[in-house]
């Protein structure tokens, strides 16, 4: 453990998990509860707003900066993804120095060992992001009960934009019979609607703006879903990103949010969601809403 000094108060920041497991303990009484914030840093106001949550509702919380090589099965996205340890720490620092830090190597998460656990979600898995991405899930599986047991949480907080990895979490959370709390929390947008995520970071201000059509497009197929079919609506948003040459849509799905199976017919007693993956220059961006 190293602690930084901001104003005369200690922040405490762990690299290795043993120490950071032994603070926990040190500081844990019967009614006290761990609220908990994973993250791959290149931390935005929607990690922050993650924390602030956690906050709130917690006596204690625990942030991690991790970015966790088995759920990248694109090695150049690994190789891209920002990394951002000091202003990360900065940003965390100026929102409450009381947040506990874990920022771990790979080593220390994976002891030498860097393999995913194979995992059965009932079938979550195989739908939207996971057909795109091999692998994906059983490395977020992993590396989320790793940190799980590690920081052994009483409640921990996901962003709604990952909408599939949050149904994961909690079905992994249910399958292994873990006590954690997991709570999924609103969206946060830049102000032209735009999901924020550190992948951002790699966005032209150019790109940035006009990455304000897909939240534009979620808004429109919502309004939509009310009168038309999804498949009309999937067409009508396919044809959407064709006129637009600097998207490539990857895909855009309606699905029980249950389930995440595809809506074939409108169903009342269902909450339907629509999903979406575009890329802007090798740039993925994926973002979601409820059509409810």
């Not at 998990?17 to 500081?27: F, N, P, R, T, V």
């Not at 047991?149 to 934009?161: H, S």
């Not at 995520?197 to 939240?215: V, W």
Request: a neutral charge; glycine letters at 4%; aromatic letters at 10%.
């Amino acid at each position: 453990m190293f602690a930084l000094n901001f104003n005369k108060t200690t922040m405490h920041i762990f690299k290795e998990k043993e120490a950071l497991m032994d603070h926990l303990k040190s500081i844990k009484t019967p009614d006290s509860t761990i609220g908990f914030v994973p993250t791959m840093g290149a931390l935005h106001q929607g990690h922050l707003s993650l924390m602030q949550q956690s906050l709130a509702e917690n006596e204690n919380t625990v942030v991690s900066v991790f970015v966790n090589p088995t759920q990248f099965n694109n090695p150049e996205d690994l190789s891209k993804y920002p990394r951002t340890l000091e202003a990360d720490i900065t940003k965390i620092s100026e929102l409450n120095t009381e947040i506990i830090l874990y920022a771990p190597s790979v080593e220390d998460v994976y002891e030498g060992k860097i393999l995913s656990q194979e995992f059965d979600f009932d079938g979550l898995e195989n739908q939207m992001e996971g057909k795109f991405r091999p692998g994906h899930f059983n490395g977020v599986g992993t590396i989320v009960k790793r940190l799980f047991e590690i920081v052994n949480p009483t409640n921990a907080y996901f962003g709604e934009k990952d909408f599939q990895q949050l149904q994961i979490v909690k079905k992994m959370v249910k399958k292994n019979n873990m006590t954690v709390n997991v709570q999924g929390c609103a969206i946060y947008r830049e102000s032209n609607g735009l999901a924020m995520s550190s992948r951002n970071e790699r966005l032209s201000e150019q790109q940035k703006m006009d990455g304000a059509l897909i939240y534009k497009t979620l808004n429109g197929a919502k309004e939509k879903f009310k009168t038309n079919s999804a498949k009309s609506v999937t067409e009508w948003v396919e044809k959407v990103f064709e006129k637009n040459t600097s998207f490539e849509l990857e895909y855009f799905q309606i699905a029980d949010e249950t389930t995440l199976l595809p809506c074939l017919r409108k169903n009342k007693t269902k909450k339907y969601r629509a999903f979406i993956a575009v890329i802007v220059n090798n740039i993925r961006l994926i973002d979601t809403i409820s059509l409810n």
